[in-house]
């Protein structure tokens, strides 16, 4: 088969408000980050397959006729439901993975050959090279996985013609349409349930469609219309178990039910009232007042997360550092460390800004200036992408 080459790009994704209330019935928004992966495929002639992710110092090639021999002939394509866990099984045996706990190289190495050799199937497998870079911070909770899959996802659907090209030539960048997003997804959260066995699907989705979702008892919502906020995205650095985090706030509700209930309630009250104010400022002049109800619903917020047990005292330093510039900042994911965001009004000057960011810089932690609410996954011209990015990417 011969396939084009192609550059496609996904965004990271951060929860905006409702942190663990999802777990609970209740709403949480997530929203995309314009923090990106990125995605080279290259057509080879030399019968091999490689998968390059400098992020974590993976490089790996292997034989199209070592992997014809993984394939099955029954047609798995339509079969979007489930895993396919013989496929799972056969490749973690070729690969050498012996234990549940993945590392992040195994998972995104198994994630890439799943869908590739689903995708492709056992009939005329392209030989090709897929590089893929990211801006994101692996295991931050920011995603990374998520718009890895995504971009695979695309790249492989495009490469067999499941979906077109969408590209046009007058156009630096390209997005699909509902239908061919709606596939893209599919797929994607095959690539998250390899990499996270149980993953909820709000990733991904954030992934493909950008802007963004309303999650509320696992249906997924992508909200037509966001204003862009300028964020700062701060990286405490300090490692965290989502499992371990999760557990924790539901030991809190069953020892506490009549203090616990009313927090995540309010915590749901937050979520609406932040969705509400967003969809205003997407039909209505931008204020000063949508900012400042904004900013008091992150601090209710971050007060709320510290009350269910996910707040860290790396948390509290990002959130006095940025409040002595008058500031405001929540965590984003699970807590207990990680990540947390802090948001910019427009008139923020970069004095401010840069200074903030030293000072969190001072602390130990890694600091981005971006924004919320950028596109999905796209295609791109490459003179439409970074040079940086793209000098990556083309050292492979």
Known sequence: MEVRDCLISAPGKAILHGEHAVVHGKVALAVSLNLRTYLKLKARSDGKVCIN???????????????????????????????????????????GVTNENLDSSASAILAFLYIYLS??????????????????PTGAGLGSSA?????????????????????KEWEQ???????DLELINSWAFQGEKIIH??????????????????????????????PLLRILLTNTKVPRSTKVLV??????????????????????????????????????PITGDHYNILEELIDINQHHLNVIGVGHPSLDMLCQ?????????????????????????????????????????????DCWET??????????????????????????
Request: aromatic content about 6%; charged content about 20%; proline content about 5%.
């Open 321 to 365: 550092v940025t409040a002595a510039r008058g500031l405001h900042s929540k965590l984003t994911g699970a807590g207990g460390g990680g990540c947390g965001i802090t948001l910019l009004r427009p008139e923020t000057d970069s004095t401010t800004v840069q200074g903030t960011m030293k000072d969190l810089r001072d602390c130990g932690y």
């Open 371 to 396: 924004s919320i609410g950028g596109p999905g996954v796209q295609q791109h011209f490459p003179s439409s992408v970074k040079e940086e990015i793209m000098e990556v990417l083309n050292r492979y």
């Open 119 to 136: 995708l492709f199937g056992s009939g005329d497998m392209p030989s090709l090279t897929v590089s893929v870079w990211s801006e994101l």
């Open 197 to 226: 066995g149980n993953p909820s699907g709000v990733d991904n989705a954030v992934g493909t469609w950008g802007g963004m979702l309303r999650f509320l008892a696992g249906k997924i919502i992508p909200l037509s219309r966001v």
């Open 247 to 284: 557990a924790r706030v539901k030991d809190k509700i069953n020892k506490f039910p009549s203090v616990m209930i009313p927090v995540l309630d309010s915590v749901d009250a937050i979520s609406c009232t932040c969705e509400k104010v967003l969809t205003e400022m997407t039909c209505e």
């Open 147 to 167: 718009a890895y899959s995504v971009c695979l996802a695309a790249a492989f659907l495009c490469a067999t013609g499941n979906i077109p090209t969408p590209l």
């Open 173 to 179: 960048t390209g997005r699909w349409c509902q239908e």
């Open 53 to 95: 992710l400098p992020n974590i110092d993976t490089f790996v090639c292997w034989e199209l006729s070592e992997l014809k021999q993984l394939t099955s002939s029954s047609d798995k394509k339509e079969e979007l439901q489930r895993l396919d866990a013989e496929l799972v099984k056969r490749l973690r045996k070729f690969i």
